[in-house]
């Protein structure tokens, strides 16, 4: 894609994204308000895959035999990668979304809904997985045992915080028992 044409969709993408931006902020503060602990994220769920499956987006639900699970797909114009965008939607026990999962979330939705808007001028394929129980059950790590990155060439996700990070290393976590 010449700089031209790749300036050009970028631009739509932003004008898509800000089109969005007073709903997205209301899907932030719904799920916000309504904190759903690990595997019981039944409506933040259902607001999430319900808006992506508005807008014209093929919503499987209960993904990975995972009920609060979701994967949305939305098809490019041409073959090419496949990328996934990861949505975090579940709460802190007693905390509520103090690690900002809903905002996790409704990035995630903005960004697949972005890119299904301008599907036509793309190739590959976007796919929205949401990812529960992120606070201490082990969501995408279930998800992965189970085949849902199946045919991903990519995965990401944005994470709230104090400061601007534009590039980080990788980062793991295991539990040890001494």
Not at 114 to 124: D, F, K, P, T
């Amino acid at each position: 894609m010449e700089t031209a044409a790749r300036d050009a969709l970028k631009q739509r993408v932003q004008e898509v994204v800000d089109e969005m931006a007073e709903r997205l902020i209301e899907i932030s503060h719904t799920i916000h308000a309504n904190p759903e602990i690990a595997f019981e994220e039944y409506a933040s769920m259902a607001l999430l895959a319900d808006t992506a499956e508005a807008a014209g987006m093929t919503v499987e639900r209960g993904i990975a035999e995972l009920p609060t699970a979701f994967m949305a797909t939305s098809k490019c114009a041409q073959p090419g990668p496949t990328v996934a965008v990861l949505a975090e939607y579940d709460a802190l026990p007693g905390l509520g979304h103090a690690c900002g999962h809903n905002i996790i979330g409704t990035s995630a939705l903005g960004a697949a809904l972005a890119v299904h808007a301008v599907r036509a001028e793309l190739a590959g394929e976007m796919r929205l997985i949401g990812t529960p129980a992120e606070e201490g059950g082990g969501g995408k790590v279930i998800l992965l045992e189970r085949g849902a990155f199946e045919g991903v060439d990519a995965a990401m996700m944005v994470h709230p915080g104090v400061k601007a990070m534009t590039a980080r290393g990788g980062i793991a976590a295991n539990f040890l028992r001494f």
